[in-house]
Every structure is written in structure tokens, then in C-alpha cells.
């Protein structure tokens, strides 16, 4: 299989999510494991819209632990219900924090976070068994449609966790 990624040359995130769906459907398709499906997602997240940290934290146990991820170092591990990660784990709930340094609690693993959005990865139980998070340099960077397509593309994960 062709592992390449097609992106439209255009700006509008909602095109981009649209041309990335079939592309980590069809590449999530050949029956990956957890783990390796987790990496391909980040890779392709982070090439297409280059944010500044782009990866998973998987559930173990009662905490968080550090998956696959694009950027730079990251915390290693998160308790349930600290910081954004923590919280959308514990609510079970995806999170848009439009200014990290506004949010409780924030975890900073990077002083170049400025907003940041985590989505909870679930079984096809719907339990949560992991969170995507993404941190973007920008104030804001983070809508409900970015919530909506992501929330979509986790999806693609549940038989794999």
C-alpha cells in the first residue's frame, strides 16, 4: 500500500480533515496494532497542519503514559484528572482550551504551548483508553469543527485499543 498522504492545496482546515479521513481509514485499515495506528495518526496530524506537538497519551492504570508523538519532548506520564489531558480522560469529554495559561491546573510540558485540544480515544465499549492531544503555538487555535473532525478520526482507533 501507498503510504503517501494527499493533501488539497488549500488553508480551509475542514477541506484538509475531509482529505485526510479516507487516506488514516484506508492506512489504519491493514490491521495495525494500537500503538502503531497511534503513530501513523500523529505523523499524519502533524505533517498536515503543522502544529506544535501532535501525539497520544495512552491509559494505564490510573494515569496517563506517553505514547506516540510528533514534536518535541514530552511529559512522560499524567494523572487522572490533572491537566487537559487528565481532565478530558476523566470527563470523558473532548477539551478546547483556547489559552493554556487560563486553564487550572495546566500541565505545561512546553513553554511554546499556547492552546491546546484533547480528545479521549475510545474502545468500542466506549471506554477511554487513550487521548489525542495537540498543542499549537497560536492563542485559539481550536474550534468545534477542529473537535468534531478529530473526534472522527479517533474513532477510526476503536477496534484497535
Not at 1 to 14: F, H
Not at 69 to 78: D, E, K, L, Y
Not at 130 to 159: M, Q, T, Y
Request: net charge negative; with cysteine; proline share 5%.
Amino acid at each position: 500500500m501507498d503510504a503517501s498522504i494527499v493533501l488539497p492545496k488549500t488553508a480551509d482546515r475542514k477541506a484538509l480533515y475531509e482529505a485526510l479521513f479516507p487516506q488514516v481509514e484506508a492506512l489504519l485499515n491493514d490491521g495495525s496494532d494500537a500503538i502503531a495506528a497511534m503513530a501513523n495518526m500523529a505523523a499524519v496530524l502533524h505533517t498536515a497542519f503543522a502544529w506544535h506537538w501532535t501525539g497520544f497519551y495512552r491509559v494505564v492504570g490510573q494515569e496517563l503514559v506517553l505514547g506516540p508523538f510528533q514534536g518535541p519532548v514530552a511529559c512522560s506520564r499524567i494523572p487522572y484528572g490533572k491537566g487537559v489531558c487528565g481532565t478530558a480522560w476523566k470527563e470523558n469529554k473532548t477539551m478546547i482550551v483556547a489559552d493554556v495559561d487560563a486553564f487550572p491546573g495546566h500541565i505545561a510540558c512546553s513553554s511554546l504551548s499556547r492552546s491546546e485540544i484533547v480528545i479521549p480515544v475510545r474502545n468500542m465499549g466506549s471506554e477511554v483508553k487513550a487521548v489525542l492531544d495537540i498543542d499549537s503555538e497560536h492563542l485559539n487555535d481550536f474550534d468545534e469543527n477542529d473537535g468534531r473532525a478529530l473526534e472522527r478520526l479517533c474513532k477510526l482507533l476503536s477496534p484497535l485499543v
